[in-house]
């Protein structure tokens, strides 16, 4: 009747939907600064697609010199790079909008970084050449399926303009942490864009299309557009740059703590320039208090982790705050930015608890 | 390159703290009538305990004709049954109370079932005899740590009151789902009673102590307590019986879906007779509809999984409700019983959705 003395305890994926399926990091409860990909979270529009891994070829064409087919091999061969960057799903934190919004409701954990391996998107298509007129970068992939609002069948295919698609760190990627990607994180080939919310990482590349006109496919036009208003589409404007932000990982929310010392941690990001600043705030935001910024080897594409160290003595409830700011000088807004389908909340995150 | 077609999808618990470990059953997501241990709902005071399992003996003391020891061959000698049984954190579904309560926020998940085995109390307490006075039956776990609010160490005990205590459901079990009790879930003893919170089923089991008095340790006089106050311990009474409740597993909250149909399911449950009548509302709570039961072979302890095939046409934001009634004619109330710290939460269940 012998066991093992402590069991291990440890996190799991947050399931917010099977079919498809969508998971969320345990964020609160990662301490890593990559995470490793079982951990990763999950966001899918489609069941995963079913495609002829071993007889993969990348298709290059539309507007360009010559049109390209290249083998795994091939792709293999040219020069790589790695990055280590975050990736936020722009739909992360939806579920704290008030009143809530249609959608996945992610909390806190749409989002994970870790280190892609690949060969610049710049690379293959200085390979094809482009056309005079080409003015955008279709990227297409394997996954399909039907959309409830148009009743028939897309992929999932997103556009970057060219100029984002020739920055050298716009990558395509076969390895997560130094490993194949793994087949639900799109495996073989997945686009990796830096410093965009994450719908423009395509994953299960099937090919690549130049184009001299605008993209409207719906993950485009319909889907992943901010509309600021309730009735019509008015003002909207397309999701891209991550906004600058910032989660608690410590104390969790209506937590009990005692008196004496506590670690408030947590981790900022920014899709434009760095994170310059993170300040705490333990009374709902009368006074700020400048919290310590972990060093790290971030280039400028990672998370910033950071902790302040709170003494509390006086029992009673507290609303702890956190609010990044990059080197923009963007700092995060006191309100979310509403809009229709719930994208890019990025407002002063925020934690109460009971000290007894 | 090959790589196997269709990835597994599955659902994981949802971690509510690492420490001590408080991990949600991802009950949306489950149609099996037994939770498999790895998916059973995990609520802990403290750190697992670590204790000497090749060693184990049971004492039974207190107010006893004769104090005895047994060893696990001896509890395994004696007429065992098996029952199949909800257990159900009293802090379940906390995270719904406006505004929110302090402690551990749970949603829908801090409830699993599965089939208990072991040996009835009864049969341990007749072995040993009780004294006259004999009042309540006190079982410790080998659980302990400090409370925040008392800073002193307690191990982790409940009472029951000895007409309780000798129902001859009222098990100390050494099996869930015929398999020895997972160590995190009480190994290799742990009591199981059915129809109140789970608070109740004590796991570790460390000793079992009868007193002629009122056992008042803090997890019985302190938590575990409704205060309908928010600044006064009046009217206060002790957290028992399980509130008649339902949940909604399909659709989930803020879901978009298509036009056409869809299955509404779920679970109703109650700690007082059988649930008798589960009634749903597309329509915010003006008409109800009868959802239809599942045959189960329910011996009175589990929940019953309902149903109800919704065919909607009509484009539109639905409010979709569930309200089950059990046998003795309650029914769950519209708004949940506020109590300080947000124990049996069972107002109607329900989740918004927008057909497109």
Redesign the interface.
Known sequence: ???????K???????????P?N?ET?I??IDADMIPDKLFYRRNHF??P?FS??N?FLPINGSVSKPIVLS?QEILEFPSKTIQIVLECSGDKRSFFEP??????WEKGAISQGYWSGVPLRTLLERSGLSEGAKEVVVEGYDFGER??L?KVFTFARSLPIEKALHPDTIIAYEYNGKPIP??HG??LRLIVPQWYAMASVKWIKQIRVIDSHFTGPFQAIDYVYYPHKETDQEAFPVTTVNVNSTIQKP???????TGMHEIKGIAWTGQGVISKVEISIDGGTTWLTAKLEPSKNNGYAWQSWSYEWTVSKKGEYVILSKATDSTGRPQPTDPFWNRKGYGYNAIDHV???V?
């Open positions: 009747m012998d066991r093992i003395n402590q069991p305890v440890k996190p799991y994926l947050l399931t917010r939907s099977l079919s399926e998971q345990p609160q409860f069941s995963y079913a891994y071993s993969y795994m809530k919004l249609f959608g996945e409701q409830t609002d009743d087949f639900k495996y073989p969790l929310d209506m937590d009990i703590l005692n109460k608890v009971k007894e």
